[in-house]
């Protein structure tokens, strides 16, 4: 089967199927297009999945995030001490509340954010700490509930990982929030997910400020407590639900696609020295990833990573830098003051990382495509 040497490989692609599209239709059909019986439904069955006690529908990773950091007591004046290598979402959550992000650099290795480290950046401010499993690999969770403060987790890249002392990502009992965007490992076009232990007075006061801080009890328009617009649709939840039914299916080719990669990349790896993302069990064993994306680490001395990343679009491979430094935006250096030189191990990380294509249906002839072009542009 020959396909146009034309045909770009995109960097993501969700799966969606029929499932999605019946499930869509049955909600417009009922005429409940919110606040009906689909999100309890998502809500239960997401917190199985992961083993939590119970979980919060919300619009959005972001939202989430913002709404689990304000339920820890987060608040203007205090810390939060986080990864500066992330999305700038889980940094941006703890200024929404007035509350200053506090970064402090990661490990090489897992490339999430340092408990030493962390734990030198705590002071008598330090609301929270909010460690993001980056690129679905877990952060080392045992290490921060050590230390004894608030524990919000980003695990909006990490549907599917597991910790080395046993449970699911999501399933330890600190708030944790998984994203819905389109390219993470479960989708419903935008959304999110906290997923949290058996406290029902937490549950009851996310689930309360996502809905204008209206308690479950009161009338339209009587609102006890300052609250957001933050829900999740029943058209989204329906999607969930059937995305659920399929992440086995997603997770595992996911991990295939991943495979396909490291075997085609050991040669570059080995020869040009070009970075891989770690394997499980890098830090601890028993640590496995939740496959989100699949990025490399362009090795110095050769091209730049902006310069590969041109030469792969010029071969019709899409790719993106991923992830810049958040302190180094001009956002958190004008605000906060962060300059360069602060965390060298998230700079330099930082200013090689190229994110490839990758999703679950990928083809073994696009991952060729793309490791052919690589392999060609390294020399
Ligand atoms: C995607 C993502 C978010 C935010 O999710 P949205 O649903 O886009 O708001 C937060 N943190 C990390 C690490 C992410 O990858």
Redesign the pocket.
Known sequence: MSRPPTEVVPLAQPVIGEAEEQAVLEVLRSGQLSLGPRVPAFEERFAARVGAAQASAVS??????HLALRAAGVGAGQEVVTSPF??V??ANVAAYEGARPVFADIDPVTLNLDPQAAAAAVTERTAALLP???FGYPADLPAFEAMGLPVVE?A??ALGARHHDGPAVGGRGNPA?F???A??QLTTG???MITMGADPALKARIDSERNQGRAPDMGWLDHDRLGFNYRLSDIACAIGLAQLDRLDDMLAGRARVAGWYREALAGLERERGLGLPCPDGARHAGEQRGW?VFVVQVPRGGPTRDEVMLALRDRGVQSKPYLPAIHLMSFYRETYGYREGQFPVCEDVAASSLALPFFPRMRADQVERVTAALADVLG
Do not use: R, W
């Open positions: 959005s990773g972001t939202t989430g995030l992330s999305f979402a889980s993001v499993h980056i980003d909006c890249e929030v994203g819905f965007y390219n993470k935008e959304g999110g989100f």
